[in-house]
């Protein structure tokens, strides 16, 4: 059976792991939370991209000059 001792120390370790699974968890709900504001911001670029890939597909299909 385990002394007093080892069972503090074990809940103290215990202890300590939580604390750094805590942060670990802050941090990537921060990077998280950072990649989707970018997405977001993003948003508007995608649809001009799209825009003009579509615009392009449908130049290069009718076999006339795109760059007019």
Same mark, same amino acid.
């Given at each position: 059976? @385990? ?11 215990? =202890? ?6 805590? %942060?670990?968890?802050?941090?990537? @709900? @921060? ?10 911001? @993003? ?6 991209? !799209? ?5 392009? =597909?449908?130049?290069? %299909?009718? !076999? ?5």
């Amino acid at each position: 059976m @385990a002394t007093l001792q080892q069972i503090k120390r074990r809940i103290s370790s215990v =202890k300590g792991t939580q604390k750094i699974t805590k %942060a670990m968890k802050m941090v990537a @709900a @921060a990077k998280l939370r950072r990649a989707q504001e970018n997405i977001f911001q @993003a948003r508007p670029y995608n649809y001009v991209s !799209d825009f003009a890939r579509s615009s392009w =597909k449908n130049c290069v %299909a009718k !076999d006339s000059h795109c760059l007019k």
